[in-house]
């Protein structure tokens, strides 16, 4: 499986000019919480795999995230307790906003663990120069390493308002047996090539719905977040059932 998004190094600069913003944009709350509820529906379905990462070495937010799920039955952060839970999982989730202007949108950021995301795990894309190697963005955090495939892919496909990353394993496996088209070859995470390879894809497959990266996970796109995740779960059960009467 490819590596997860374990901080903030990537192979673009990512040029953040604080969080004041957000708070000015009425749309952010709204778009914000429905990437929240995505992240974990997605990780309830174990198509965000969880990558463990020691507590203080997490994102200041998301140890507040974690501190504010404190008495929930998942966390428990007593001393004694040897199986905390923390770290980030694989994937990254994606949403236009309503103003379109620029293709803008908002994105998870790198590192976030999707079963908790909260607000400060979000990043607003204001401006992408993939020719510069660059993204601007409003947040606390820097957003995901793959920013620039959204970008992409918003930019290619004008029918496309969400874009979701999940890693299935079930799926890398079988691709062809959905009709999912796959990119040519593998590519490092973050990069430029990847990018590239996934325009190369979509282009070659205008109507496609979701494509496999090689070796690095699903893309989902649709025209609202619920379509898409919504998409990559029947695709998980359908995959599934169809395993199931071929061993049958």
């Known amino acids: 499986m490819a590596n997860t998004e374990t901080g903030p190094i990537m192979e673009f600069q ?28 997605l990780s309830h379905a174990g198509m965000a795999p969880f990558v463990d990462i020691p507590y203080n070495q997490l994102p200041l937010s998301q140890r507040q995230a974690y501190e504010e799920a404190r008495d929930s039955s998942v966390l428990n952060f007593g001393d004694s307790n040897p199986n905390i839970r923390t770290g980030n999982t694989y994937g990254n989730l994606s949403v236009l906003t309503e103003t379109r202007r620029n293709r803008e949108f908002l994105i998870t950021c790198t590192g976030s663990d999707m079963h908790f995301l909260s607000p400060g795990d979000i990043a607003y894309i204001y401006a992408v120069l993939p020719e510069q190697a660059q993204v601007y963005y409003y947040g606390e955090r820097a957003p995901s390493s793959e920013a620039r495939i959204h970008s992409a892919i918003y930019r290619l496909r004008q029918d496309v308002k969400a874009v979701v ?84």
């Open 14 to 41: 990512a040029v953040g000019i604080g969080k004041e913003y957000l708070s000015l944009n009425p749309n952010f709350n709204a778009l914000a919480n429905s990437l929240i509820k995505t992240g974990k529906k």
């Open 165 to 248: 990353h999940v890693h299935c394993s079930e799926i890398s496996a079988n691709p062809s047996i959905l009709g999912i088209p796959i990119t040519s070859r593998f590519e490092k995470q973050g990069s430029i090539e990847l990018v590239n390879q996934v325009v190369e894809t979509l282009k070659k497959n205008p109507t496609a719905r979701a494509i496999e990266m090689r070796d690095h996970g699903q893309i989902f796109l649709a025209r609202t977040l619920d379509e898409a995740v919504q998409r990559a779960l029947d695709s998980k059960e359908k995959l599934n059932k169809l395993i199931l009467g071929i061993v049958a």
